[in-house]
């Protein structure tokens, strides 16, 4: 089955640490995008992709970094310039040429300890 | 910036009774647009899209588009307990791919 697979599904962060979440899609979407979600907020765009080896910064890229090197996989990276990085991060990606809409994974669950 | 926004809620409603959510957006040359559910704890899943102005059903889902008002609502009729989420608008940007989501209305069905 075609899908969205984000891992891992918990994630703790000690202080001053880079960590990396994976989101991997076989739906041959061109375009991938990361959010992140604080709760009981909306969704919040961090970065975007919409071909490999290219993407842009959206709303709140600052202690964030990703990389586009395969049209399957768009990784994210907090780093530990992002002070705050307590949250829900959703990967999603969509076909633009044929749909619009999105197609999320499952999310990973980041806390700092 | 682009804005999407949504009343909060909660908004609580019996079972069986309908549930009217509302959205309004800025970007006045928006084409596409989305009704996303989100249970807690959960990602969002996607209930309708509607592009033309007017009504769109789908079973118990009725998205409702007019984009000379900039605004888009979805009823949920014979709301059941399982209704039960919050409820996201979302909008492509006229220009470009990407969607802006609004804040969310939460929806509690009480039985």
């Known amino acids: 089955d075609g899908g969205i697979t984000q891992s891992p599904k918990y994630l703790f962060r000690k202080e001053g640490q880079n960590v990396t979440l994976s989101c991997e899609q076989n739906?041959?979407?061109?375009?991938m995008y990361w959010y992140r979600q604080d709760p009981g907020q909306g969704l919040r765009l961090i970065y975007y992709s919409q071909i490999v080896n290219d993407f842009q910064k959206g709303d709140i890229a600052e202690g964030y970094s990703v990389s586009r090197e395969k049209k399957e996989s768009f990784p994210l990276t907090v780093t530990s310039a992002q002070k705050n990085p307590t949250a829900f991060y959703l990967c999603?990606?969509?076909?633009?040429?044929?749909?619009?809409?999105?197609?999320f994974g499952s999310g990973t669950r980041l806390t700092v300890v | 910036q682009k804005e999407v926004e949504q009343n909060s809620g909660p908004l609580s409603v019996p079972e069986g009774a309908i549930a009217s959510l509302n959205c309004t957006y800025s970007?006045?040359?928006?084409?596409?647009f989305f009704w996303y559910r989100q249970y807690s704890g959960k990602s969002p899943e996607l209930i309708m899209s509607i592009y033309s102005n007017g009504d769109k059903e789908d079973g118990r889902f009725t998205a409702q588009l007019n984009k000379a008002s900039q605004y888009v609502s979805l009823l949920i009729r014979d709301s059941q307990p399982s209704d039960s989420a919050t409820y996201l608008c979302a909008v492509k940007e006229a220009a470009g791919n990407k969607l802006t989501f609004g804040g969310g209305t939460r929806v509690l069905v009480k039985p």
């Open positions: 739906l041959n979407h061109d375009a």
């Open positions: 999603a990606s969509s076909f633009p040429q044929v749909y619009p809409g999105y197609t």
């Open positions: 970007d006045r040359g928006s084409q596409s």
